[in-house]
């Protein structure tokens, strides 16, 4: 009778061990189907601190072509020294960034408008505040060809090209942190009249 109480007992926690990796294995499945990322976003991490020596080549780049083929549309701030400068590639907009050196790290990620015009959106993990559900940290977008509507929210533009770039900072409603929220924005703010296409 023991013998039999005891089997029943592995029995019934071999089939409950079953279920949980059947539920587990559902769980995970449903994650990842929930995960699928937009096939035209690519995301990027960049760490531009103080202490990391700056590249030479992006350096002599901008200084080099900064102003070819590039016709501001609005009132520039004048351009930086290019030794204050740093530069980032958004290849599936085929441009190149400016930004001048000393911001934090921060990230990128080009997303489609609902009318199929890409963006870059950058953000910082630094920035993240708890004012907004679901806030990421977005300092700064620019925008390829900002229709009427978003030029409204464009506080600088260029053309590259025959191409109109748009400049978009982001409201200080979400971060926790409006200081350093300014200092991205400066950065970014300072040099977007630098903006090339990619080489």
């Not at 009132?75 to 980032?88: H, K, L, M, Y």
């Not at 934090?104 to 910082?124: C, K, L, M, P």
């Amino acid at each position: 009778m023991v013998h039999g109480k005891t089997k029943r007992r592995l029995i019934a926690s071999l089939v409950l061990l079953a279920i949980l990796l059947v539920v587990i294995g559902i769980v995970a499945i449903v994650q990842a189907m929930n995960s699928h990322k937009d096939p035209y976003a690519q995301s990027s991490q960049t760490n531009t601190s103080t202490n990391a020596p700056a590249s030479s080549q992006s350096t002599n780049q901008t200084n080099n072509s900064a102003q070819n083929n590039t016709t501001p549309t609005t009132t520039q701030p004048p351009a930086p020294d290019p030794s204050t400068v740093s530069t980032i590639d958004i290849p599936p907009m085929g441009i190149t960034v400016s930004y001048i050196k000393g911001v934090g790290a921060f990230s990128y990620q080009v997303q489609r408008t609902g009318d199929n015009r890409q963006y870059v959106a950058f953000s910082s993990d630094a920035l993240i505040g708890t004012k907004c559900t679901d806030d990421t940290g977005n300092f700064a977008s620019i925008l390829e060809s900002p229709n009427d509507n978003e030029k409204s929210t464009v506080s600088q533009t260029i053309t590259v090209d025959g191409t109109t770039y748009g400049l978009s900072i982001a409201s200080a409603t979400c971060t926790s942190n409006a200081d350093l929220l300014a200092k991205y924005q400066s950065a970014f703010t300072n040099a977007f009249s630098l903006l090339k296409k990619m080489n």
